[in-house]
T-cell receptor, first 112, second 113 residues
């Protein structure tokens, strides 16, 4: 079956550096993509999203890139801070479908 | 957590007993979802609701049932709990389905012994 996956389960960066978290997806019918951040003991929190008619979207310190040719999604965090330490999930939804599928997550650790 | 309350926050139960988890929202959103989260699997959809009394199955619905008698409440029932249902359960809501962001509750940690 088709699934959402992640290249790396863990990522450790120095405070102030930029972070890049990658995600591969295999469902070519996916229309909507989203990144969530989950801190310990809490529910996932929305970070940024992108639709399939775009290839880049920027938020505050975060950028999502979508490469539909190779079915790849990435989250870039600029000037990573200790408060960014968390597990990050990508998720996808095929068009007109109510089943948002999540990747297994990447744990980001920010070293002071 | 966007006006979402899950109860209980923690529960320990025995195999074979019925368990009901509650999700309450104050956002008046149409769509409500139940996900379970297990190590290595991310979040997986159990059931969802697209309106009062309107529900449908998700990826991992076996052993679970749901009910939605009011817009604000979505109940998840494990008819006869098994150890494989030990997990963290998250409720999520959205106004327009999964083609927009979901807002998640804080989760319920369920342990089935």
């Amino acid at each position: 079956g088709e699934s959402v996956g992640l290249h790396l389960p863990t990522l450790s960066v120095q405070e102030g550096d930029n972070s890049i978290i990658n995600c591969a997806y295999s469902n070519s019918a996916s229309d909507y993509f989203i990144w969530y951040k989950q801190e310990s003991g809490k529910g996932p929190q929305f970070i940024i999203d992108i639709r399939s008619n775009m290839d880049k979207r920027q938020g505050q310190r975060v950028t999502v890139l979508l490469n539909k040719t190779v079915k790849h999604l990435s989250l870039q965090i600029a000037a990573t801070q200790p408060g960014d330490s968390a597990v990050y999930f990508c998720a996808e939804t095929p068009y007109n479908n109510n089943d948002m599928r999540f990747g297994a997550g990447t744990r980001l650790t920010v070293k002071p | 957590d966007a006006g979402i309350t899950q109860s209980p926050r923690h529960k320990v139960t025995e195999t074979g007993t019925p368990v009901t988890l509650r999700c309450h929202q104050t956002e008046n959103h149409r769509y409500m979802y139940w996900y379970r989260q297990d190590p290595g699997h991310g979040l997986r959809l159990i059931h969802y609701s697209y309106g009062v009394k309107d529900t449908d199955k998700g990826e991992v619905s076996d052993g679970y049932s749901v009910s939605r008698s009011k817009t604000e409440d979505f109940l998840l029932t494990l008819e006869s709990a098994t150890s494989s249902q030990t997990s963290v359960y998250f409720c999520a809501i959205s106004a327009q389905g999964t083609n927009e962001k979901l807002f998640f509750g804080s989760g319920t940690q369920l342990s089935v012994l």
